[in-house]
């Protein structure tokens, strides 16, 4: 079920992507405007992305075996750092062509024109992101929640870019018109850039996940009361928290003392459980082990 679920979230983006990259490519054309084409380059770089998880996404729903003791999960970190380092890519060659564009006088265009085409592509993008968001309370997935912080991304630069050049529309008949021929470039560098946000945390994050490191400190101290408020329950005391993530997967071995002498495997067993639950309330995929720490407790 949340594998579908994912798969309809997916291709609602892709083929809403395919038509906003379309619209936009027409328009960059029409307008030679180089804020739009920035979009167009930023959506279809996306689309094969999109493309590329969509084909992959049953394999992160298959079970761990010994020839995979961590499934799939690491391969979508790994596509999520290849779409990071895409987008800066892009993004970087968008900027030194628009760098260009001003070093040789700028480029006049339609200021209005372009306004429109923005206030309407904001329109359709908060669509769509209502559509997913509300897709997205039945299914959550690393994938997903990057998808949808794109559409985020897209609906507010647009609405950022609308604005800019409804009012740089007059600049003609302002001390300020000089800096009219440049003022579509001088939007596509400020875009580009507020758009390499996202890929550099995107790369950070996989990173991590690639090297099976722990989650940042605010996500531990959280596993950590969470465990706490179920283990106060029993005659345990946790000396020791092995946290791996990958993926959308996480691992978390809590190792243990005892604070009797003898202890009860049925009791383990039932606190094991309990403490599963709770973790998968906050954390889907996550897999929970108590691990009794018996050279502490024979020291002691």
């Known amino acids: 079920m949340k594998e579908k679920q994912e798969q309809i979230v997916m ?126 309370k039945k299914v959550t997935s690393p994938t997903v929640d990057v998808e949808i912080y794109g559409w985020k991304i897209d609906v507010f630069s647009s609405i950022g870019v609308s604005l800019a050049f409804f009012l740089s529309s007059f600049l003609g008949h302002t001390p300020l018109s000089c800096i009219s021929p440049y003022f579509d470039q001088i939007v596509a560098i400020v875009l580009a850039l507020g758009m390499m946000k996202e890929p550099i945390q995107m790369i950070g994050e996989s990173f991590r996940s690639l090297m099976l490191l722990s989650p940042d400190e605010k996500e531990v101290a959280k596993i950590k009361s969470i465990s706490s408020s179920v283990l106060d329950n029993y005659p345990y005391d946790p000396v020791f928290y092995d946290i791996t993530t990958t993926g959308r997967k996480m691992w978390i071995s809590i190792y243990f003392t005892t604070r009797i002498d003898m202890m009860s495997y049925t009791e383990l067993e039932v606190a094991n459980r309990e403490l599963k639950i709770a973790l998968q309330e906050e954390y889907e995929d996550c897999f929970v082990e108590l691990v009794p720490n018996v050279l502490a407790n024979k020291e002691e």
């Open 11 to 136: 291709r609602i983006s892709f083929w809403s992507g395919v038509v906003f990259a379309l619209a936009e490519l027409i328009m960059a054309i029409f307008s030679k405007s180089q804020s739009v084409l920035a979009d167009t380059v930023y959506d279809s770089t996306e689309l094969v992305v999109i493309g590329l998880t969509i084909y992959i996404i049953p394999l992160f729903y298959k079970p761990v075996t010994e020839k995979h003791p961590f499934g799939y999960a690491q391969l979508e970190s790994i596509v999520i750092l290849l779409k990071g380092f895409m987008f800066i890519a892009v993004m970087m060659a968008l900027i030194m062509n628009n760098v260009q564009i001003m070093l040789n006088g700028g480029n006049d265009i339609d200021h209005m024109q372009v306004s429109l085409f923005e206030t309407i592509l904001t329109c359709f993008s908060a669509l769509i992101l209502l559509i997913l968001m509300r897709i997205n």
